[in-house]
T-cell receptor, first 113, second 116 residues
């Protein structure tokens, strides 16, 4: 299995630009999670989906952040407009039914100048 | 709310020696899961070991074992025969089963360096 696939691995953009991060979960997994990792705040859950439906988005910092999961094999996290404080590594993870284990992607490192 | 505390920001150990990483957590739940994840320089988070709170037996995975003390809300990770490849950030994580499946709460992490 290819594992959780995220793209891009690195993104450098300027303040005010739109950023879209992509994730392909492991086939057969029914839950998908977006985490953000920074030195100051560690790993924070932004949002998670179960069977493509958003269950908890209380971690999404503000309206500039949005996430979608149009089907079981694809999700996006969008930031519009981006700000320097959004600079972080964004992880996508998926989990199979009935199993607490999360499988993480390699992360997308975002730098907003 | 649940919290996870890792009190050791950094640790180092000599190759082949044993090291223990500490983790404490706070919860009012009686049933939950605990995890240790490893994040090497490649950045990917890798599950090292998991423990179900209802199991009294400490989990073991090869050179990795835990000391789970439910009453003390302590969940330490022991790495035996440390190898250079064990150099990484280690995160302790808590998860309440049920509606928040997969909603892991992570500690701040411990940076482990294995020295030759």
């Amino acid at each position: 299995d290819a594992g959780v696939i995220q793209s891009p691995r690195h993104e450098v953009t300027e303040m005010g630009q739109e950023v879209t991060l992509r994730c392909k979960p492991i086939s057969g997994h029914n839950s998908l999670f977006w985490y953000r990792q920074t030195m100051m705040r560690g790993l924070e859950l932004l949002i998670y989906f179960n069977n493509n439906v958003p269950i908890d988005d209380s971690g999404m910092p503000e309206d500039r952040f949005s996430a979608k999961m149009p089907n079981a094999s694809f999700s996006t996290l969008k930031i519009q407009p981006s700000e320097p404080r959004d600079s972080a590594v964004y992880f996508c993870a998926s989990s199979p039914p009935g199993n607490g284990e999360l499988f993480f992607g390699e992360g997308s490192r975002l730098t907003v100048l | 709310a649940q919290t996870v505390t890792q009190s050791q920001p950094e640790m180092s150990v000599q190759e082949a020696e044993t090291v223990t990483l500490s983790c404490t957590y706070d919860t009012s739940e009686s049933n939950y899961y605990l995890f240790w994840y490893k994040q090497p320089p490649s950045r990917q988070m890798i599950l090292v070991i998991r423990q179900e709170a209802y199991k009294q037996q400490n989990a073991t995975e090869n050179r990795f074992s835990v000391n789970f003390q439910k009453a003390a809300k302590s969940f330490s990770l022991k790495i035996s025969d440390s190898q250079l490849g064990d150099t990484a950030m280690y995160f302790c994580a808590f998860m309440k089963p049920g509606g928040s499946q997969g909603n892991l709460i992570f500690g701040k992490g411990t940076k482990l360096s294995v020295k030759p």
